[in-house]
Structure formats: C-alpha cells, structure tokens
C-alpha cells in the first residue's frame, strides 16, 4: 500500500529521481512509464493500477513457490517473535544451525560444512576465495595454484572476483582492468558450437578441450568454476550430457578444486534439487543463493568438504570472510520452510516440464524461433533473423526487450537475455496459468518481423 500521505504520481516521481535500478538503461527507464509493484499473489504480481501480471521469470529467478505463501510467512513472522537478527562471528543461531544440517542432508554426498552469506555473487566469492587459500595451506603448500578456470560467456555474479571469472562481454569487458586473470574454455553451446561440429557425431569433443586445458594448466589452477547443467545468464546453454562429469573426472585426476555454481540451477529449477545430482557428480564447492529462501529474501550458502575444511584448523588459520548479515535469522528461517516444501515440489514437476515442453515445440514451429533449449522449468528461447543461416537480428533493434515490453501488455513479466527470451516460472505455477503464460509468449514471438 501506498503510505496516505503520498500521492501515485509522487511516489513515481521519486522512483524516477532517486532510484537507481540495475541492468537497466536509466535513460530510457526515466522516460518510460515505470512499473511498480504494489503486492502480490500466488505467481502473480499486481501494479499500482491493480493490474496483475503473471511472474514469468520468478521476480529474476529466485521464487519457487509463488508470493504470499502461508508456510513461508509463517516461518518468518515466528522468527520475528524471536529475533531479526544476530551475528554469527564468533557465535551461532538456532536457525542457521539447522539449515546448515539440513542443506547437507540434502546436498550431493561429501558437503559437510556450510559457510552464509548473502547474494550469489558472495556465494561465489568466498568459494574462489576459499578454494585459493586452501592451496595455501594445505600439506604440502601448493602456493602456485592461483588461477581458475571458467566457461566462455560464464556469469558467476557482479562482484569483483566474480566478474574476473564470469565472460559476458557486455557485463563484463568493460572492468577488465581491475580483473584478475583466468583462463576460458569454450562454452559447450550446441546451437552455435565454437568448434563447429554437430552434437550427433561431435562425440563431446569440446569436452575433451576442457580436459586438455585442466591437463595443460593443472600446475597453477586453483579451481575451475562452471554452472551445471545449464549456464543461465549466458542465454540459456544447456551443457550437453556427460560434460560435467568429464570435468569432475578431470579435475579429481589433476589435483584441482570444482567449484559448481548452482545459484540459478538449484532447487528445483532443472528437474532435481540440485543440478550436480543430474550427473551424480559431488563438487569441492556449491554455491547457493536465488532459491534458497524460496525468493523471500537474500541469503547465500557455500558448501564444502571435510577436506577443505581441515586446511583451516591450525591456529593461525583463519577464513577471513564475512559479511554483517552472514546467517541473518529471518532468512535462515524461511530458507527451512522453503526446504520442507520443496519435496511436494519435485514432486509436481515432470507434469509441468513436460507442459513446458509441448508449448515450446509449438513455438519452435515459428518463423523467427532459432533454437529452443530446456532444462526443467528453465527456458530459452533463441529468436534470429534468419533461421537457415542462424543470422542474428541487429543487437541495436533490441528485440528482446521488445518481445518482453509486448508480453507485459498481455500481462505476462518476462525479462531477456540479449534476444534470448527467457521463461522460468515458479515452480509451483499451476497448469491453467502455464498454459497462459506460454501462449503470451507464443503470441509475442509470432508477432516478431523481420
Ligand atoms: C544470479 C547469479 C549469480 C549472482 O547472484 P546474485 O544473488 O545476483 O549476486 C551468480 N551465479 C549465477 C549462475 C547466477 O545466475
């Protein structure tokens, strides 16, 4: 609700004068009529004008069982009756301790120890972080392990040393200077292969690449760090099958660390928990962050092994991380609900990933449609000018963006990733509203011109 005293306009107004919001061209934003969400319900999300909109990619992703949940907001508002928040330097909170037991009940086999803290980005960082001064450490020292290794395209988070391992040149070409270095295999991207072979005869060999420069490299790499299953903000790159495993393979032979990012992939997204699980692979790190409050708030989780672990228990061994908020109450709270609901969740999932993929192979039928790729309830759509020759459109007609701007009228919020248009509903969408949701963005693509 609007506080009384202030007026629609005037509270737009202020959105437009002070608010600065992320990747978003704020020059175009401030000439645009702004949307803003007063509340909402279930999957969807309702406008100063009482307009509602299907949430189609999630509020960015994070929200798995729809908004206003009675299980989640009673979870919090019990915590609240408790305390908001304490640190956890040097001390513990009830709910961070059994979210941590419980994330390594669940977790791929070997996870034993669970550091918090906020975003994905942070997730992120204190693995490579970790995974660093682990060669530091460890006995004997391998001091000469400082370099990781990432994916071309790889998006890891907007911090600092996330960015130095991410490879989006829109995002990130521009800090370069302040970057560390590291090295990039091809991405796996079957539609547009880097090595240009057919996934029907390739016979993985861009995986065979990887393993060469695990091989070549092995000396000074620390870790390598990679998305499983599916390297999201790149635009939707399904890794084909048995990628993953090749590399964890590789680096258990070559003595270095795998850092698994599942900050988009986990909980739930792809069809299992965890995406590691789709390829029975246990990584030395994974991050979680978007879904583990089910959407509700910010809190990040890096897990790890006994083994890194132990590098750190001599006395003058210390992780010197943190963050204010590490293991903050309220998140660490609704992240235990969000877990107790997750295994009806999965539970309902094939039916609707199967949906999902009778709608897309409709709209793969049309004209503009260059590649379709899913993994569970995680979509990209790929629109080209030319489906023959592959031909993109020009990026200055940000087509994208305007499919997106269309789906909004018909009251469906998706976001883009370049001309990729993305579809990632909550998992807990109900089929009536799928179906909704999917024929919007039918609609949109087949209004699509060259
Ligand atoms: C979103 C994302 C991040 C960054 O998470 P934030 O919470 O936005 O910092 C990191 N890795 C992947 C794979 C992501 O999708």
């Not at 978003?24 to 100063?48: A, F």
Request: glycine letters at 8%; aromatic letters at 6%.
């Amino acid at each position: 609700m609007i506080p009384e005293d202030v007026r629609r306009e005037q509270l737009e107004a202020w959105d437009q004068q002070h608010v600065w919001h992320p990747f978003t061209p704020m020059q175009s934003y401030m000439v645009e009529q702004p949307l803003i969400i007063s509340h909402g319900h279930g999957c969807y999300l309702v406008d100063l004008d009482g307009r509602e909109y299907i949430d189609g990619v999630s509020s960015l992703w994070c929200n798995l069982h729809g908004h206003r949940v009675a299980e989640l907001d009673a979870a919090l508002r019990t915590q609240l009756d408790r305390v908001a928040h304490s640190t956890l330097l040097g001390q513990g909170n009830i709910p961070s301790t059994l979210l941590a037991r419980r994330l390594v009940e669940i977790a791929p086999p070997g996870l034993s120890r669970v550091f918090f803290s906020d975003d994905g980005a942070t997730a992120v960082e204190v693995a490579l972080k970790m995974a660093f001064q682990y060669w530091r450490q460890v006995d004997p020292p391998r001091p000469q392990k400082t370099r990781y290794l990432s994916l071309q395209a790889a998006y890891h988070g907007d911090t600092l040393g996330a960015v130095a391992v991410g490879d989006l040149a829109r995002f990130h070409h521009l800090f370069a200077p302040l970057l560390f270095p590291v090295h990039h295999a091809a991405s796996p991207h079957c539609y547009r292969c880097p090595l240009g072979l057919r996934r029907e005869s390739c016979g993985l060999a861009c995986a065979d690449e990887m393993v060469a420069l695990i091989a070549r490299h092995a000396g000074e790499l620390a870790a390598v760090v990679l998305e499983p299953s599916m390297q999201a903000a790149a635009g939707m790159i399904p890794l084909p099958e048995g990628y993953l495993r090749r590399v964890r393979e590789a680096t258990r032979q070559h003595g270095v660390l795998l850092i698994a990012d599942e900050v988009a992939v986990g909980f739930g997204r792809t069809g299992r928990m965890f995406a590691c699980e789709h390829e029975e692979v246990t990584p030395d790190f994974l991050c979680l962050a978007k879904g583990l409050t089910g959407g509700y708030l910010p809190l990040a989780a890096t897990l790890t092994t006994e083994q890194i672990f132990q590098a750190f228990l001599r006395p003058e061994h210390t992780f010197f991380h943190g963050h204010t908020y590490t293991g903050n109450q309220l998140g660490c709270a609704v992240a235990l609900a969000n877990l107790e609901l997750m295994p009806m969740r999965l539970k309902q999932l094939p039916v609707l990933i199967q949906r999902t993929h009778e709608h897309l192979q409709r709209i793969a039928s049309l004209p503009h449609v260059g590649d379709i790729r899913q993994r569970g309830l995680m979509v990209g759509i790929e629109l080209v000018a030319d489906r023959a020759t592959k031909q993109p459109f020009a990026p200055e007609r940000r087509l994208g963006a305007m499919v997106c701007r269309a789906a909004r009228q018909r009251g469906v919020l998706i976001r883009p990733l370049g001309d990729v248009v993305v579809v990632m509903p909550p998992l807990a969408i109900d089929m009536a509203t799928l179906d909704r949701l999917m024929q919007v963005v039918y609609e949109v693509i087949a209004e699509v011109k060259a």
